[in-house]
């Protein structure tokens, strides 16, 4: 498959924008493991090959174990994973699939108690954020180094 685009150079001041939503991410209450977690979940329901190389990388290198890596595409039937993480993947699965069904309450009453009210905005921007950056890579075929 070949690269349609690049969309960084074809427009750097909407990359700068992206960039601008990455250090606000940075500086949020989203643990920067957790995040890599949630990154790597909704690229891979997406098909973002370019972003789940990159996640599942950058996940390895900030000391993430493979078999939990293994295991995020099917989170529900491992044992791997805290109830807090399991809250932020099903928020994560729900976001992403937004047409799907909405965000049911029964998604909400299972995030709720494990985050605070500014740690919820600051996990759905980063939701929002790597559902945009999927987009990107998918829509100009970003490839894997």
Same mark, same amino acid.
């Given at each position: 498959?070949? $690269?349609?685009?690049?969309?960084?150079?074809?427009?750097?001041?909407?990359?700068?924008?992206?960039? !601008? &939503? #990455?250090?606000?991410? /940075?500086?949020?209450?989203?643990?920067?493991?957790?995040?890599?977690?949630?990154?790597?979940?909704?690229?891979?329901?997406?098909?973002?090959?370019?972003?789940?190389?990159?996640?599942?990388?950058?996940?390895?290198?900030?000391?993430?174990?493979?078999?939990?890596?293994? $295991?995020?595409?099917?989170?529900?039937?491992?044992?791997?994973?805290?109830?807090?993480?399991?809250? !932020? &993947? #099903?928020?994560?699965? /729900?976001?992403?699939?937004?047409?799907?069904?909405?965000?049911?309450?029964?998604?909400?009453?299972?995030?709720?108690?494990?985050?605070?009210?500014?740690?919820?905005?600051?996990?759905?921007?980063?939701?929002?954020?790597?559902?945009?950056?999927?987009?990107?890579?998918? $829509?100009?075929?970003?490839?894997?180094?």
């Amino acid at each position: 498959m070949q $690269a349609r685009l690049d969309f960084i150079s074809a427009s750097p001041a909407a990359y700068a924008a992206m960039g !601008a &939503l #990455e250090k606000q991410i /940075a500086r949020s209450t989203v643990e920067p493991a957790l995040a890599e977690l949630v990154r790597l979940r909704a690229s891979q329901i997406n098909g973002c090959a370019f972003c789940v190389d990159m996640h599942h990388r950058d996940a390895r290198e900030n000391g993430e174990s493979e078999r939990r890596l293994a $295991a995020v595409v099917a989170w529900r039937e491992t044992p791997f994973f805290t109830e807090r993480e399991r809250a !932020a &993947l #099903e928020w994560t699965e /729900a976001l992403t699939l937004i047409a799907a069904d909405r965000v049911p309450d029964a998604v909400w009453d299972a995030v709720s108690p494990h985050f605070s009210p500014e740690q919820i905005v600051d996990l759905t921007l980063l939701i929002g954020t790597i559902n945009a950056w999927n987009r990107f890579a998918i $829509a100009f075929r970003k490839m894997p180094a």
